[in-house]
Structures are given as C-alpha cells and as structure tokens.
T-cell receptor, first 115, second 114 residues
Framework: DQQVKQNSPSLSVQEGRISILNCDYTNSMFDYFLWYKKYPAEGPTFLISISSIKDKNEDGRFTVFLNKSAKHLSLHIVPSQPGDSAVYFCAASADNAGNNRKLIWGLGTSLAVNP | NAGVMQNPRHLVRRRGQEARLRCSPMKGHSHVYWYRQLPEEGLKFMVYLQKENIIDESGMPKERFSAEFPKEGPSILRIQQVVRGDSAAYFC????????????FGPGTRLLVL
C-alpha cells in the first residue's frame, strides 16, 4: 500500500520553463513533507520541506505547495535549469507514538531539463 | 563539517557470506536511519536508531538483518548469509533530533550478491 504516490515516473521540461512535480498522499496523519533530489550513484539531497501548518514554502527557485484537503503537494522549479535533471522524491512523516518520525517515500519522478 | 559517511561505497559478496555496512552520522547528530532501495523501486525504511537503542525496526526483514548504533563508533547494518535478493543500494541518514527534523543522507553502499 503506497501511502505516498508520485504518479508521473518522468517529466521533460525545456530550460527556463517551469517544472511542476506532483505528490499525493493517503495518510491524513502526515504533518511534515519533504522533497529530495537524487543524482545517480549518490544519496538523496534535501531540497525543501513544508509543515502542515503552512500551505506554501519558498526557497529560491523552489516552491512547495501543500493542499491538505486534497492530500496533495507539488514542487515548482522556476526557471528550470539543466542541472536540475535528477530524480525527485517526495517524502512524508507523521508524529507516531513515541515521536518516531520515519520517512515514507514516493517512488520518485525523473526530471529531464532540456537545453 | 563532514556529511554523513558510509563505507564501503561498493560491496560484493557471494551467497551465504556476511555483509557489514557502516554509517557515521553528521557531527552532532544522534539519530540514524537506514533505508534500502531495490532496483526500480523507491526508498524503503528499514530501521531507526539512537545511540545504543533501536527505536523502530519495523522495516527490517525478520531474519538475517540486524543493526546497531553503539555509544562509540559508527552505526552498523549487518546482513548475514546474504542472498541475491539482498542486492540493493543501502542508504543511511542522520538527524540531530527527530521532531520534524530533516534527515541528511550519505552516498549509500551498493551491495551486489553474486
């Protein structure tokens, strides 16, 4: 049962345009969401996060939007650059009993930014 | 400030051997998480440890897998009697605490079982 879903396995965008990566979740207890970027043969790199008390968080070219009623979040990258080409993972966590916060991951979306 | 260190980066084992994967968290981080990524799949949580304690091992296979995070030294993920299905990338992450703390990942250990 996939609690965090990234329904688009891949996305191709032209350099300079906006990249929008989507993520849906099913567990209403999730209250913290993160986006990671992963290059081949490397570990995931933290990009940006958002708490459920917010609906938007912005950091430079990266903005994450959270729609709690729809259980949906998205990552916007604008303008997209060729160096953004990577696999993007959405992850979520909940405050479980004993405050154990393991991350639940989506399967990733492979973004290709074309020059 | 060094990031999360994992070694070895690549490990080749024959079926039935033992694999030991090491993870040194970032300085000041006392929480360690192990994840496994099988080919063509996302990351799957395995175990969450604090110093000398296993907090959550719900993602660990019931047999052959064990993890520790001693008071001194790195965290160790041990796989005994490896099988071909254990071939995967194993990632370690650390955080200073765990209340909405971002986890920072190491480069991973790629295990290949022949």
């Amino acid at each position: 049962d996939q609690q965090v879903k990234q329904n688009s396995p891949s996305l191709s965008v032209q350099e300079g345009r906006i990249s929008i990566l989507n993520c849906d979740y099913t567990n209403s207890m999730f209250d913290y969401f993160l986006w990671y970027k992963k290059y081949p043969a490397e570990g995931p790199t933290f990009l940006i996060s958002i708490s459920s008390i917010k609906d938007k968080n912005e950091d430079g070219r990266f903005t994450v939007f959270l729609n709690k009623s729809a259980k949906h979040l998205s990552l916007h990258i604008v303008p997209s650059q060729p160096g953004d080409s990577a696999v993007y993972f959405c992850a979520a966590s909940a405050d479980n009993a004993g405050n154990n916060r393991k991350l639940i991951w989506g399967l990733g979306t492979s973004l290709a930014v074309n020059p | 400030n060094a990031g999360v260190m994992q070694n070895p980066r690549h490990l080749v084992r024959r079926r039935g051997q033992e694999a030991r994967l090491r993870c040194s968290p970032m300085k000041g981080h006392s929480h360690v998480y192990w994840y496994r990524q099988l080919p063509e799949e996302g990351l799957k949580f395995m175990v969450y440890l604090q110093k000398e304690n296993i907090i959550d091992e719900s993602g660990m296979p019931k047999e052959r897998f064990s993890a520790e995070f001693p008071k001194e030294g790195p965290s160790i993920l041990r796989i005994q009697q490896v099988v071909r299905g254990d071939s995967a990338a194993y990632f370690c992450a650390s955080s200073p605490g765990q209340i909405q703390e971002t986890q920072y990942f190491g480069p991973g250990t790629r295990l290949l079982v022949l």
